[in-house]
């Protein structure tokens, strides 16, 4: 295996997730809740490790990724990710312990849904919207998304996107995979986004919007209620849920090929 090749990748995977706590501490700031400080020590730490592990890779020449090199990056990559996951948890005492905060970041990457927690809503919004965040991206998955800056590190993709991707048929919509990832997570933005504005017309609060969104496409199942989406009870935001949770449970490159005209993508059988 071509260790440095893998540190370098493993590096990236944990500077974008450090990055992406900026969003979360960012809400935070604005609602002016108690996770500031362990959401920015969260994004200082992990962004440090991840640039450090990038820095000490920077020499390394050799690009090319075998299949055991995909797999021990996305295997590495998921369990950084859990690891690193766990930090605003801690740092804010909003889940005690490390098994128990480690258990809830693992259940949101994965989407599995499984929570430890028994009253969400005295969650800070900060950490709301991070546990809603881990689950949007292991909707996609964070490999696929890293994929698409694979032009940048002058490394290949198809053994990684392989490795990723559990299924014996592996869909190119573009004759480079990282251009076909890249492809995937603008249809899965598009929907999320479309599922925003769909929530927030009906009158739920833009911040509840974006977090059931950012649940609903990756059919995670995590709420910032506890009675989950219970709590919204009309038929409108019952029925906006039901056609999303419907729509993630479609294979992604068929709604992009509906977007690019192919109207009978969903009667033919594959």
Known sequence: ??????????????????????APLLVSIIYWDSSTWALLLSMLITSFVGLILFVSTKNQREN?????????????????????????????GSIPGFTNACFESISGFTTTGASILSDIESLPKGILLWRSQTQWFGGMGIIVLSIAILPFLGVGGMQLYKAEIPSPVVDKLKPRISETAKTLWKVYILITVLEVVLLFAGGMSLFDAVCHSFCTMPTGGFSTKNASIAHFNTLYFHTIFIIFMLLAGINFSLHYKLIKGDLKIFCRDS
Do not use: E, K, N, Q
């Open 64 to 92: 090319h990724l075998s299949h055991r090199d995909g797999v021990a990056i996305v295997t590495l990559g998921w369990l950084m990710a859990g690891l690193f996951g766990t930090l605003p948890y801690l740092f804010s």
């Open 1 to 22: 295996m071509h260790l440095r090749v893998i540190t370098r990748f493993v590096a990236i995977l944990i500077l974008f997730l450090g990055i992406s706590m900026g």
